[in-house]
């Protein structure tokens, strides 16, 4: 048995995401999540294995690249592409989505703002995170801060066109945890979000255009 | 008679003209009867919302009385009576609604305008009696994860270009075959054996069809079998729609013990498979309709004008029933349980 499969069965499952089983466990002495992309039957094995790498490789580059910029992310201590699975050291905190639900609304906002700037500056690094739905943010809850997690759909684009996608699930996302203030929350998050990123005149176009990009929106 | 309703629905928004009758109560249903009339459009054309009316305008009355026949029922046994409001073809949508208004004032019954999206979840979710699936609709009008919460079905994630109805027609009709392309393109890709690689485009719960749809004509072009360019592009749309169904499924605070899929496309095999491998994975049932009840018919639309009429709604007047070609499905309110 190899030191990866090792690791594995010592370690605990909790959680069955979309496309990872996450465990929790121990490397020499530390406590790490240990993120393995699974294999999918309901995909075809080539598309299957080529997604897996693919997002594996992302995942671990993009992530060191922020963690070397100071931005808070998990570090990654160990990678295997042939396992699809990386080890990261473990973040003890409750999903942002969790929060919102329970906070009281000044809190809320405060942490909807500061979102803002964490997600203006990796697009002003030249990174889309992909995913950036609620419930992958973490708030720690040792410093109070927001860790930004799961980069399996990120990629490298200095492009606002790209940045406003990221947006889009932002604004998706608030939707559907708080639906009827949501356009409040979103706004706050915009403003958070205007005063770092730097190339906002440009995006707002495309981001408006985006919004009417669903399904029999009346004006399109 | 209290609390037992016989409502008949019409359906007109784009190739379908549907009449179902449907009997139920708040604990049970039966469908009386589902007859319907179907434009097919022109070789190597999509539909044409005029000729699309035309047809439905010659069909409508032999389409009703067929309903009724069936059903052996006579237009005063109806209690109550609903149509698809839209979002369609205006064109389409104004037939349906035109015999509708017609039948409601001359025989003075109550009439409801439906959304047709939620006909599909509603039939669904009454036949099997789920309670709060997340839904997928799949057609070709729309390409949509949703969950009832709050009052109104929220789109966890949708397709922000083609659906996967446009992507499975227009590439059949590229490829020079008749429409629809849904069951012909199935038939094709169970015969494919080698996987192509296409544009997966996925952000978040929400995806892109329209890059893959020009990569596969392409293929097509450059030589590669029907077959299995086909197979390739079903594959790899199907893999796209199931991951944002498990991504919206993982990240739900609580989560459904049922996954109900919709709309014509829900009548794939090969698509249907893969969600019920994802459910199972996720130790959660994968329901689907009888085949026939995936399509465009009047019964989804009579189910949802029996839900209104069990809970008391009062149906507008009929100057408000004007239809609606552009309409968000989480834009109406879902006011019965």
């Known amino acids: 048995m190899d030191v990866v499969e090792e690791l594995i069965r010592s370690s605990k499952l909790i959680f069955k995401n979309a496309e990872a089983n996450i465990y929790i466990g121990n490397l020499l002495g530390k406590r790490v999540v240990i993120k393995q992309r699974v294999y999918k039957k309901y995909r075809h094995p080539v598309l299957d294995k080529r997604l897996r790498r693919l997002r594996t490789y992302r995942e671990v580059s993009i992530v060191y690249y922020l963690l070397n910029k100071g931005y808070r992310v998990p570090t990654p201590l160990f990678s295997s592409l042939k396992h699809s699975l990386i080890v990261f050291n473990f973040i003890d905190g409750r ?15 405060r942490l909807i703002y500061s979102l803002g700037g964490i997600i203006g500056g990796i697009h002003n690094e030249g990174i889309v995170h992909g995913d950036p739905n609620l419930t992958n943010f973490i708030l720690s809850s040792r410093e109070q801060e927001i860790y930004i997690i799961d980069f399996g759909l990120s990629y490298w684009s200095s492009s606002p066109k790209d940045h406003a996608l990221d947006l889009d699930v932002v604004r998706r996302s608030l939707q559907t945890v708080e639906a009827d203030n949501y356009e409040t929350l979103f706004n706050i998050f ?10 906002f005149d440009e995006l707002v176009s495309f981001f408006n255009k985006l919004v009417k990009m669903g399904r029999y929106h009346e004006y399109r | 008679m209290d609390g037992q309703f016989v409502v008949l629905g019409i359906e007109s928004t784009a190739h379908t003209f549907g009449v179902g009758i449907v ?15 179907k434009y097919v459009p022109p070789k190597n054309k999509g539909i044409e919302p005029f000729e699309a009316a035309e047809s439905h305008s010659k069909h409508a009355i032999d389409t009703l009385n067929r309903a009724l026949g069936e059903a052996g029922l006579n237009l005063r046994d109806i209690d109550i009576l609903s149509f698809s409001r839209g979002p369609g073809l205006g064109p389409c949508l104004r037939i349906g609604a035109t015999l509708a208004r017609f039948l409601a004032l001359k025989y003075n019954k109550p009439l409801y305008p439906v959304h047709h999206g ?3 979840l509603e039939l669904v979710s009454s036949y099997y009696k789920l309670s709060n699936p997340l839904h997928l609709l799949v057609s070709g009008g729309h390409t949509t994860i949703l969950r009832l919460k709050n009052g109104r079905y929220r789109v966890f994630g949708e397709t922000l270009d083609i659906t996967l109805g446009n992507l499975i027609d227009v590439f059949a009709r590229e490829a020079g075959l008749s429409f629809p392309g849904g069951p012909i393109i199935e038939k094709y890709a169970k015969k494919g054996r080698v996987y192509l690689d296409l544009p997966y485009t996925i952000m978040g719960t929400n995806f892109q069809f329209s890059g893959m749809l020009t990569n596969a004509l392409n293929l097509l072009k450059s030589g590669y079998s029907l077959e299995d360019v086909a197979f390739s592009l079903q594959e790899t749309a199907f893999s796209i729609v199931v991951e944002g169904l498990e991504r919206a499924l993982t990240s739900m605070e609580s989560r459904p013990d049922s996954v109900a899929v919709s709309g014509g496309v829900a009548s794939n095999d090969s698509l249907f498979e893969k969600i019920r491998e ?21 019964v ?3 189910i949802v004008g029996l839900k209104m009429a069990l809970s008391n709604i009062s149906p507008p007047p009929i100057e408000n029933t004007k239809v609606i070609q552009r309409w968000r499905i989480d834009e109406v309110d879902i006011e019965w349980m």
Do not use: C, T
């Open chain 1, 95 to 109: 999903k942002l989505s969790e929060v919102l639900r329970s906070e009281k609304s000044i809190e809320k906002e």
């Open chain 1, 190 to 199: 915009l403003d958070g979000y205007q005063n770092i990123y730097k190339n």
């Open chain 2, 23 to 37: 009997e139920g109560s708040k604990d049970d249903f039966r469908i009386l009867s589902d007859s319907r009339s």
């Open chain 2, 118 to 120: 939620v006909g599909h």
């Open chain 2, 278 to 298: 994802m459910a199972g994975y996720h130790d959660i049932e994968a329901y689907r309709l009888p085949k026939k009840l995936n399509g465009d018919n009047g």
């Open chain 2, 300 to 302: 989804q639309i009579a």
